[in-house]
């Protein structure tokens, strides 16, 4: 655990950050203190229609009135989208939503104190990096589910077809993924799509 944090911490250095907030003298301070910490560090407003994919961490400033251009903005952001840390300056029902909607990985209040900006930025990028793990074994689950189950359905094809057993269905189909050098879910595909046309072409009983 201690080598995990004092790696996120020595990596800051290799990060970009992008500070979305009205420029004024507390925004300038922040910025200044997180170049202090080694980040790469931009300030821009008013609030750009697309952000820029190579960010790492954003600072975004909440008002108290939703900013649409910037839920816009954030929510357009693909699955691994930058370490969110809202910048607020209430504590009230409105600001917590906008925390909430935006998925915000840490808070940090304003006027932003030197002290607390490291340890804000660290938690978020800690969290991120975490949610973006699970994401990733979650897909690779859903993914491990979905071969299972077209395996599942060529090999019953075979069964049906060929009137042999689940052991030999499988066998035949690993026997063609070697010798096509394919995926055997890949041959498994083949199957279903070959059954599915075939079977549209298969003659309509007529009613009597």
Known sequence: MK?????????????????????????????RHIRRIGCNTEAVWPVPEKLPDNVDILFLGL???????????IKAYPRARPSIIGVVAYENPSVLQQLIELNADAVIAQPARPYGVLSSMVL????????????????????????EQTLNRAKLILMKLHQI?????????REQA?????RIVEIAEAIIN????????APKKKLS
């Not at 080598?3 to 992008?18: A, E, F, H, W, Y």
């Not at 008002?63 to 903005?73: G, H, M, Q, R, S």
């Not at 057993?165 to 189909?173: F, K, R």
């Not at 059954?195 to 072409?201: Q, S, T």
Request: zero cysteines; proline letters at 2%; hydrophobic letters at 45%.
């Open 124 to 147: 978020a990028r800690r969290i991120r990096l975490d949610a973006q793990a699970n994401e990733l074994a979650l897909l690779k689950l859903q993914e491990k589910v979905h071969q």
């Open 178 to 182: 070697m010798v096509k050098r394919v």
């Open 3 to 31: 080598g995990s944090v004092q790696k996120l911490i020595s990596d800051m250095r290799n990060l970009r950050v992008l500070v979305i907030h009205a420029y004024d003298a507390h925004t300038e301070e922040l910025v």
């Open 165 to 173: 057993g689940e052991e030999e269905a499988y066998s035949i189909m």
């Open 194 to 201: 070959a059954d599915g046309i075939l079977g549209n072409m």
């Open 63 to 73: 008002d108290e009135k939703p900013n649409p251009v910037l839920t816009k903005a």
